[in-house]
């Protein structure tokens, strides 16, 4: 198989996306609240920490030279609220961008080998465009 390497546009496009939101968002957007426990600002810190899941997958797997995911429980999602709640919000901005770019260019650069395996385990492990947008509909939603 051939990995169709378009995710790297989409990802690339999804990592824009959230640059052009945190820049204009203001103070009270990031506190708006997203859901029933999240804020923007949340919703931004919970995208950082799963961008920067994926690159320690990355580093584990290209090490052992096969994919390496050891498992984790959606309920970190619960588990981190309080802490990712206390990041201040323009913080948290920052932190996704940040990990969206890092993740964007290990990906570009990954062995096709490996990004295929990943791939074929699960799609949002190399189309990190799937996680971020669905993220960033339900900001845009939340800020009308």
Excluded: C
């Excluded at 913080?91 to 990004?115: C, G, N, W």
Aim: aromatic share 6%.
């Amino acid at each position: 198989m051939t990995l169709d390497r378009s995710f790297i546009e989409r990802n690339r496009a999804a990592t824009d996306r959230i640059r052009a939101l945190a820049a204009r968002l203001t103070d009270d957007d990031l506190l708006r609240p997203v859901g029933q426990h999240w804020t923007v600002a949340i919703a931004l810190a919970h995208l950082a920490f799963w961008e920067r899941r994926v690159l320690a997958v990355l580093d584990t797997s290209e090490r052992e030279g096969k994919l390496s995911a050891p498992s984790i429980d959606l309920s970190v999602n619960d588990l981190l609220l309080p802490f990712w709640a206390a990041i201040p919000p323009r913080e948290a901005a920052q932190i996704a961008i940040d990990s969206a770019e890092m993740l964007d260019e290990r990906l570009t650069a990954f062995p096709d080998a490996l990004l295929e395996e990943m791939y074929t385990a699960g799609p949002r492990w190399v189309v990190r465009a799937l996680h971020r947008d669905a993220h960033l509909d339900e900001i845009d939603t939340a800020l009308g």
